[in-house]
């Protein structure tokens, strides 16, 4: 069974910076893709940013410059750098990975932006 723990979350003010952890319990070349995820309170769960097994990377416009996606094959986790944070930021950040059709989810990570 495929276990993702995120951490890295918290309470920061516009402007500040955080990096969020997935940590994977396999191999994460295993996937096809691993990224991000978030979903704010009364909105739909929504793309962040994602990493293919080759190293491609895909962002959602709204973070585009600001965040960035990352690995480390070694230490089995999927990184998420967040710099200029902004108020509609907050959410709860979900790490993902899929293999062909099969999805898992870790439990989440809040992240609230103040202003």
């Known amino acids: 069974q495929v276990q993702l723990a995120e951490s890295g979350g918290g309470l920061v003010q516009a402007g500040e910076s955080l990096r969020l952890s997935c940590a994977a319990s396999?191999?994460?070349?295993?996937?096809?893709?691993m990224g991000w995820y978030r979903q704010a309170p009364g909105e739909q769960r929504e793309l962040v940013a994602t990493?293919?097994?080759?190293?491609?990377?895909v962002y959602a416009d709204s973070v585009k410059d600001r965040f960035a996606i990352s690995r480390d094959g070694v230490e089995k986790t999927v990184y998420l750098q967040m710099n200029s944070l902004k108020p509609e930021d907050t959410a709860v950040y979900y790490c993902?990975?899929?293999?062909?059709?099969?999805?898992?989810w870790g439990q989440g990570t809040q992240v609230t932006v103040s202003s």
């Open positions: 993902n990975a899929k293999i062909l059709s099969r999805n898992w």
């Open positions: 990493i293919n097994v080759g190293g491609k990377t």
């Open positions: 396999e191999n994460i070349f295993n996937f096809n893709v």
